[in-house]
């Protein structure tokens, strides 16, 4: 992590004011539809709960909905077994917190599956309410922290070969076209979905320009955008998570819908206090940035601004 620079705490302080957590998914299911129906009125205040009244139909949820939270699922249910159902999630949504509720001694189904890490609790008919609310609250706590352990995991690995890559360009690039064009390319394969564009900014203005393939501004919308023009001027990164929510930003909603330009971030790089690049990082879909992330993006600011600032001695 990069320590904080003035230039980047813009888009911090966008994260910090727009981003609300939204509700962890939850998939109950139960053969009979009255213990289905009180699950749900149980979680539903505090998780966007699913309704499944078969293994079968909970694993069509799953299909359609993508992974949840948290799982709890009777285990006497016709056709399939709880355990059975729960074993099949587990190769897809390795994430994803199991819990079972069983009115039978089941014992060594239930040993097995926990044993496996199928399950991560079982709980008897009839349930205490305090009790599975405990449970489910730990469970959810659970997920989330494999949630963040798995995405940091991931994402670090992919800013570090984000980052490579563009000290890679600074010393095997022989120009600052060349360089820009490769730091484009590197970054783009950083992520899914991300395209950007790379600037050389000279006396205050965009003196070149290199854009991943499938850029939503092209190299001659970059100068004129909103948010370069603000960065150019102020020095400070500018940030748009999601165009469509952004009342702040109410004016590019129609230029960037019709880009297909969701979110937008452009962030300058500074050597010893000068302006001499600018980075561009551009979606298709809403993005959910933490402040991790941020600092990613500073390095790489960071990084295109020494290698500019070399090939300009150069020069």
Not at 20 to 27: S, T
Not at 47 to 56: E, L, M, N, R, T
Not at 141 to 149: I, S
Not at 202 to 213: L, R, Y
Request: contains cysteine.
């Amino acid at each position: 992590m990069c320590r904080s620079f003035p230039e980047i705490d813009e888009i911090k302080h966008h994260i910090r004011e727009t981003m609300r957590p939204p509700k962890p998914k939850m998939l109950v299911v139960d053969d009979e539809p009255d213990n289905l129906d009180l699950l749900y009125r149980t979680f539903r205040r505090e998780f966007q709960v699913y309704k499944a009244i078969s293994g079968a139909d909970a694993l069509k949820v799953l299909e359609d909905e993508g992974e949840v939270a948290v799982i709890i699922s009777d285990q006497r249910m016709p056709e399939m077994k709880g355990t059975e159902f729960l074993r099949r999630t587990v190769p897809q949504f390795p994430n994803t917190i199991r819990i079972i509720l069983t009115g039978f001694t089941d014992i060594e189904d239930l040993v097995e599956a926990i044993n496996s890490g199928q399950v991560y609790k079982y709980i008897t008919k009839p349930w205490d309410p305090t009790e599975l609310r405990g449970v489910v609250d730990r469970a959810a706590d659970t997920y989330l922290v494999l949630q963040q352990r798995t995405e940091e995991l991931a994402r670090s690995r992919a800013q570090v070969a984000a980052w490579s890559g563009i000290v890679e360009a600074a010393s095997s690039c022989t120009s600052i076209p060349e360089f820009l064009e490769k730091t484009a390319q590197e970054l783009a394969l950083s992520s899914d979905g991300l395209s950007c564009a790379v600037c050389h900014v000279k006396d205050g203005a965009i003196a070149e320009v290199a854009t991943s393939p499938d850029a939503s501004l092209d190299s001659g919308a970059i100068a004129g955008d909103p948010l370069v023009v603000q960065t150019l001027g102020e020095g400070t990164a500018q940030m748009t998570a999601d165009i469509a929510r952004d009342a702040a930003r109410a004016d590019l909603q129609e230029s960037y819908q019709a880009a297909g330009l969701i979110a937008h971030a452009v962030v300058p790089a500074m050597f010893r206090d000068r302006l001499v690049g600018l980075l561009s990082l551009q979606w298709k879909s809403a993005q959910k940035h933490d402040e991790t992330e941020v600092d990613a993006f500073c390095l790489y600011a960071r990084q295109i601004a020494l290698g500019l600032s070399c090939f300009e001695e150069i020069s």
